[in-house]
């Protein structure tokens, strides 16, 4: 079976033959249609975050269920599922609590099985982990029942891989976390995958202005396709606090979504806030970075930072929810796709990421 395979941060990605288990118990075996390429998993190539090695990256993939291991109710070969990156442990407080995004004992985060092994392998024998438990950049995958969330048929692999995680995670933030009402202002800083899903999330709450700004003017075109009202070219921090206010109308946006993770534009999420305003970080950083923002207009102002990790998606209730709003023809999520590309091309996919070129681009099997 072949797979991008990462032999440690920092270096290329290889494509391999690997050796895959059959599903235990509890598990079941997916081939992969697509597998979308995200910024995190860049953030791994490129060493900015710590992960073990050797690793089959992808955490953004949907595919076909092809065999349920033993144990498994409900789900059955031939159904389409949308994997999650953190399947959760459903017996922890935040579980129970039913904010599973926020899970303490999740395997995912060991990329292993619950069991603490691995179902893929060398042909010597060495284990090799699957990114997230999920590890989608590969033709096959064993994961938990947990991870494998069945939708609709109708819907397009390659849609059906970015519910996995740009689209939970950007429309999650704006309907889920920030809780945007109709009629409300909303600025998104970074235009990727993540943030042009805030730009149709905030279309979809009924959001009245929607300003869109990243670095790159293609961008710009994008999400003004999807839904944003105006749009703002970053440059200067300071000019750019000011465009953003104008669009906005008034004093400010009402809500700013950071979707880059960067400490500038968290700054500058922060600081273009108006009076009551709310600022949601949605991009992940480096490790170790920090961002700081005045304290005394923060306070006065009764300002709002909050964190929002996937959305505050529960995949089993959220995948299905946006597969329908999207065969219902309210989410667009087909136009974040730039190209359809092979496996081989993964480390191109990642050049051009760091350019801030192109959208998505989807790795299809
Ligand atoms: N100012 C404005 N825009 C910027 C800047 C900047 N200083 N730096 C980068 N951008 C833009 C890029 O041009 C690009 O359009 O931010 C966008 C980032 O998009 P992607 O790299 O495609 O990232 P995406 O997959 O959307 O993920 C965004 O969310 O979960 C996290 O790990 C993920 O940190 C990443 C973020
Ligand atoms: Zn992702």
């Given at each position: 079976m072949r797979a991008a395979v990462l032999e440690q941060p920092g270096l290329p990605v290889r494509v391999e033959d690997l050796v895959l288990d059959e599903p235990r118990a509890g598990e079941?075996?997916?081939?992969?249609?697509?597998?979308?390429?995200?910024?995190?998993?860049?953030?791994?190539?490129?060493?900015?975050w710590e992960r073990p090695g050797p690793i089959v990256l992808g955490h953004e993939g949907a595919g076909i269920v092809e065999a349920v291991g033993p144990g498994v109710t409900g789900l059955e070969p031939g159904r389409q599922v949308v994997l999650s990156w953190y399947y959760p442990c459903l017996r922890?407080?935040?579980?129970?609590?039913?904010?599973?995004?926020?899970?303490?004992?999740?395997?995912?985060?060991?990329?292993?099985?619950?069991?603490?092994?691995?179902?893929?392998?060398?042909?010597?024998?060495?284990?090799?982990?699957?990114?997230?438990?999920?590890?989608?950049?590969?033709?096959?995958?064993?994961?938990?029942?947990e991870a494998a969330i069945p939708i609709p048929d109708a819907v397009a692999p390659e849609v059906a891989a970015l519910i996995g995680c740009s689209v939970s995670t950007g429309v999650g933030a704006v309907i889920k976390t920030a809780e945007v009402p109709a009629g409300a202002s909303v600025a998104v800083f970074g235009l990727g995958g993540v943030g042009l899903s805030v730009v149709m999330g905030a279309a979809l709450a009924g959001a009245t202005r929607i300003v869109a700004v990243d670095r790159v003017p293609e961008k710009l075109e994008r999400a003004r396709d999807l839904g944003a009202t105006h749009v703002v070219l970053a440059g200067d921090p300071d000019e750019t606090i000011r465009a953003v206010r104008a669009a906005a109308g008034g004093q400010g946006p009402d809500f700013t979504f950071e979707a880059i993770g960067l400490p500038a534009t968290i700054e500058?999420?922060?600081?273009?806030?108006?009076?009551?305003?709310?600022?949601?970080?949605?991009?992940?950083?480096?490790?170790?970075?920090?961002?700081?923002?005045?304290?005394?207009?923060?306070?006065?102002?009764?300002?709002?930072?909050?964190?929002?990790?996937?959305?505050?998606?529960?995949?089993?209730?959220?995948f299905p929810r946006l597969a329908e709003l999207h065969l219902a023809g309210r989410l667009p999520i087909e136009k974040l796709i730039d190209a359809r590309i092979g496996l081989d091309d993964l480390e191109d996919a990642f050049a051009r990421m760091r350019r801030g070129e192109s959208v998505r681009r989807v790795i299809t099997f």
């Amino acid at each position: 079976m072949r797979a991008a395979v990462l032999e440690q941060p920092g270096l290329p990605v290889r494509v391999e033959d690997l050796v895959l288990d059959e599903p235990r118990a509890g598990e079941v075996r997916v081939r992969i249609t697509a597998s979308g390429v995200c910024h995190s998993d860049l953030h791994v190539r490129d060493a900015e975050w710590e992960r073990p090695g050797p690793i089959v990256l992808g955490h953004e993939g949907a595919g076909i269920v092809e065999a349920v291991g033993p144990g498994v109710t409900g789900l059955e070969p031939g159904r389409q599922v949308v994997l999650s990156w953190y399947y959760p442990c459903l017996r922890c407080r935040a579980c129970q609590s039913g904010r599973q995004w926020l899970c303490s004992d999740t395997p995912a985060l060991a990329h292993r099985s619950p069991d603490g092994t691995t179902r893929l392998h060398r042909a010597d024998g060495q284990d090799v982990l699957a990114y997230l438990a999920i590890g989608t950049m590969a033709e096959r995958t064993v994961v938990p029942v947990e991870a494998a969330i069945p939708i609709p048929d109708a819907v397009a692999p390659e849609v059906a891989a970015l519910i996995g995680c740009s689209v939970s995670t950007g429309v999650g933030a704006v309907i889920k976390t920030a809780e945007v009402p109709a009629g409300a202002s909303v600025a998104v800083f970074g235009l990727g995958g993540v943030g042009l899903s805030v730009v149709m999330g905030a279309a979809l709450a009924g959001a009245t202005r929607i300003v869109a700004v990243d670095r790159v003017p293609e961008k710009l075109e994008r999400a003004r396709d999807l839904g944003a009202t105006h749009v703002v070219l970053a440059g200067d921090p300071d000019e750019t606090i000011r465009a953003v206010r104008a669009a906005a109308g008034g004093q400010g946006p009402d809500f700013t979504f950071e979707a880059i993770g960067l400490p500038a534009t968290i700054e500058q999420s922060i600081a273009v806030l108006p009076r009551g305003g709310t600022a949601v970080l949605v991009g992940l950083t480096r490790f170790g970075a920090r961002a700081s923002f005045e304290a005394f207009p923060f306070v006065d102002g009764s300002l709002r930072i909050l964190g929002s990790n996937y959305g505050f998606a529960v995949a089993a209730l959220d995948f299905p929810r946006l597969a329908e709003l999207h065969l219902a023809g309210r989410l667009p999520i087909e136009k974040l796709i730039d190209a359809r590309i092979g496996l081989d091309d993964l480390e191109d996919a990642f050049a051009r990421m760091r350019r801030g070129e192109s959208v998505r681009r989807v790795i299809t099997f």
